[in-house]
């Protein structure tokens, strides 16, 4: 009998249980034990009705995901789940936890499911580049219709137990917290009331339905606009659509088809790569697991400006007191104005209620005076850049938070340790930095100082937690991780368009290799002029800073979306770029004026210049140990920069692209272009040398 599946039986009911930590993903010992034990059912003469129950905080949640990519050992999925549904005697599923992906597909083999209310149940197989591969495209819409089953299957979103049960997906909802008991209730009132067997891929009224309907075309001109660049999401809406098409066991193959298509293809491996990352990302290297963390119950943060004022929300969100300090009433009044404005919006759009926007305002309080820090457990600061002002405001905060407090400061570029310096405690000092907006953007890069404790650090990271975002420790240097290779991409883009590409072909090659937004587009939601006063600052401090047509742009007071004018020009109430020929024009002039001939420039260099210059950069930030790993740098670009999930960030992009002729790139563009950036990271010509990627660090 297999160890992680067990079969016993309770009077009339055969129960049949995996227990395989930490989510009972369905290995091939699952799926073998499962075969196993629904044979011991059938042979016991004693059992009427089979129960199908997990132990540990879930019921199954999916396919084993570390099994894809390697060949697969018999039983695959799909026949186990067949077995389950051909029982002979009824099969009740009782799910608590979470049912996701070939778990809930499994259920679904069961005739009878019932649930625990805290459970949810989905099929999140679209957001690992795949579909459900074992009936679920078949099974589910014969349950939920098309509507529903397109729904679920396109978004991968999980759905709670009564709404899985006002959709015909489980069969009851039991209140309670115990999900054997609940299991064995209701398996005892099938067998008391004699129940059949009922097989999904035996129903037809919701398929007869739908069958025809223009809902699958509705879909796929949808997807066009929401997964822009997958793959998967169409295989969904073509696998869903066989069920209503074809017969189940034709269905079934054709969702074979599809979903092997998926398994095979390079979106599928980074999806995959994605997932394990951002988890991987929460295991600090050299941060033992049993360090002790602090409490935070209370936060202060200094700045009502857009970043404090996002920063606030996420704790809010979760229930944690926050205290805001602001130099000026006025100041103070605008920020927590703009936090009510911003709930009241997610409320308008159902996301939350009234009454949420209250309890969470509530938990926001306002101040002008650093002495309602005293309590506190965090403080954030989030105030401009500029490390004198910043330092000032360390050395207050010494002087009035209480001893274990952590002092954190959310700069995106500065020194952490010359801000430690500021305060006696500098093992109590470390850098949170958040991506605006900060409320929507899911990266906390934390940055360590050469003195931060390690119960710092590994608080700060379960803060991210804490908060729901994904958190990666970092070094300390110029820019850290995210923006110290933001800035080697955005110097490469201005390069390109003073060479003679325009704006929008650099920003098109961007967004068609998936970002979201171009180097120039970003640099309009930024403000145009907050890269101009940086210039400007160091000009006036004597520093050689070359002269750049974005210069012009802000000296002409295109200062990006907030002016409706920057790169591009927009119009009225949209956020859509458009190239404006008066921007064109001030390139051309600065291109004369600087002696610049102008040359085509191919979509192929502009991806080489961006991306390689990035990844050289990154291969520099590893070898210094500012990132532990490929996969932290990884992590920060898809959640900070919206580089696309699908391809994994840009280390494991790299690692596709292979790294010998990036190398090659690099060394071309040191000769052709000659800037220090292109100088090659002694790793990357190492990894070359060795046969290696990134992956194998
Ligand atoms: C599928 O089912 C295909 C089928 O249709 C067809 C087949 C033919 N496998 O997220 P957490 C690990 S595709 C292996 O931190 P939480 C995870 O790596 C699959 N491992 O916890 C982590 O390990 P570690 C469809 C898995 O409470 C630990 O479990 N299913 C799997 O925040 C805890 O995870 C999905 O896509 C897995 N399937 O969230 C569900 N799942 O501790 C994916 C998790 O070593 N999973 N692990 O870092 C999830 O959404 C969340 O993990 C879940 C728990 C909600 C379950």
Redesign the pocket.
């Known amino acids: 009998m297999s160890e992680v599946v067990t079969y016993s039986r309770e009077g009339k009911v055969g129960v049949i249980t995996v227990d395989y930590p ?2 009972n ?3 091939h010992a699952v799926r073998t034990g499962l075969v196993a034990a629904l044979e011991q059912g059938q042979k016991d003469s004693e059992a009427k009705v089979l129960l199908l129950v997990c132990a540990g ?2 019921f199954i ?6 099994e ?1 990519g390697k060949p697969m050992q018999e039983p ?3 026949a186990v789940v067949e077995q389950f549904e051909n029982s002979d005697k009824p099969l009740v599923a009782a799910i608590h ?2 049912a ?4 809930l ?1 499994t259920a679904l083999g069961c005739h009878y499911r019932v649930a625990l209310s805290s459970a949810k149940v989905g ?3 679209v ?2 580049g ?5 009936g ?1 495209t078949q099974r589910l819409p014969r349950l939920a219709g098309a509507q529903k089953a397109l729904e679920m299957i396109t978004t ?1 979103e999980f759905v709670a137990a009564k709404d899985a049960l006002a959709f015909g997906i489980v069969d009851a909802v039991d209140e309670g917290n115990d999900v054997k008991a609940a299991g064995m209730a209701y398996a005892q009132k099938i067998a008391d009331e004699g129940k059949p067997v009922r097989r999904v891929r035996d129903l037809t009224d919701k398929l007869a339905a739908d069958k025809g309907s223009e809902v699958f075309e509705q879909f796929r001109v949808a997807l066009e606009k929401k997964a822009r660049g997958l793959f998967s999401p169409f295989k969904c809406v073509d696998a869903v659509e066989a069920a209503f098409n074809l017969p189940f066991p034709e269905g079934m193959k054709r969702e074979r088809e599809l ?1 092997m298509e998926c398994m095979g293809s390079p979106q599928r491996a980074g999806l995959v790569h994605s ?2 990352a951002e ?2 990302a ?2 600090v290297k050299g941060l033992p697991k049993d360090t002790p963390v602090r409490d935070v119950n209370s936060v202060g943060i200094i700045g009502a400006g857009t970043m404090g004022g996002g920063i606030a929300m996420n704790f809010a969100n979760v229930g944690i007191p926050v205290t805001i300090v602001e130099m000026k009433q006025e100041a103070l009044d605008k920020g927590l104005g703009i936090i009510r404005k911003n709930y009241e919006n997610s409320a308008r759009k159902g996301r939350i209620t009234q009454k949420q926007v209250e309890d969470r305002m509530a938990l926001i309080t306002g101040s002008l005076n650093y002495d309602d820090f005293k309590d506190v457990d965090l403080v954030i600061e989030a105030v401009f850049e500029n490390m004198a002002v910043k330092k000032e405001i360390f050395a207050k905060l010494d002087s009035v938070c209480k001893p274990g407090a952590i002092l954190a400061s959310n700069t995106s570029t500065l020194d952490i340790d010359e801000i430690a310096s500021a305060t006696k405690r500098p093992e109590d000092v470390v850098g949170m930095h958040f991506f605006s907006p900060a409320n929507v953007m899911r990266l906390l890069e934390n940055v360590r100082g050469s003195k931060t404790s390690d119960e710092v650090k590994a608080t700060v990271m379960a803060v991210a937690k804490k908060i729901k975002k994904v958190g990666v420790l970092v070094g300390n240097c110029h820019g850290f991780v995210g923006n110290r290779m933001l800035h080697r991409r955005g110097a490469e883009a201005l390069a390109l368009v003073n060479e003679g590409a325009t704006p929008q072909q650099v920003d098109k090659v961007l967004t068609d290799l998936g970002y979201p937004m171009g180097q120039f587009a970003m640099s309009d939601l930024a403000g145009i002029d907050v890269g101009y006063r940086i210039r400007e600052e160091l000009r006036n401090a004597g520093e050689k800073v070359a002269p750049s047509w974005l210069d012009k742009l802000a000296e002409l007071n295109r200062f990006g979306q907030k002016s409706m004018a920057g790169v591009y020009k927009y119009e009225e109430g949209s956020r859509k770029p458009i190239p404006d020929p008066e921007v064109e024009r001030i390139i051309e002039d600065f291109r004369k004026e600087q002696g610049i001939a102008s040359r085509e420039i191919t979509d192929q260099e502009i991806l080489e210049r961006c991306m390689y210059v990035m990844v050289n950069e990154a291969a520099k930030i590893l070898e210094e140990g500012i990132a532990d790993r490929a996969l932290d740098i990884d992590v920060i670009w898809i959640y900070g920069y919206g580089f696309p999930a699908y391809r994994g960030g840009p280390m494991f992009w790299a690692d596709q692209i292979g790294l010998d002729v990036i190398l090659a790139a690099v060394e071309k563009y040191r000769s052709e272009v000659g800037t220090e950036h292109w100088e090659p990271a002694p790793l990357l010509k190492q990894l070359v040398a060795e046969g290696k990627r990134f992956g194998d660090l």
């Not at 996701?100 to 778990?103: I, K, P």
């Not at 795949?130 to 074992?134: D, H, K, T, Y």
């Open positions: 930490p989510v993903a369905l290995s905080r879930t949640a999916g396919a084993d995901i570390r894809f695959g999925l799909p936890g979470t996701l992906g070939g778990g597909e099929l999140p197989e957001k690992l795949l579909l459900p591969g074992a679920g991968g979903f997932f394990f988890r991987q929460s295991k």
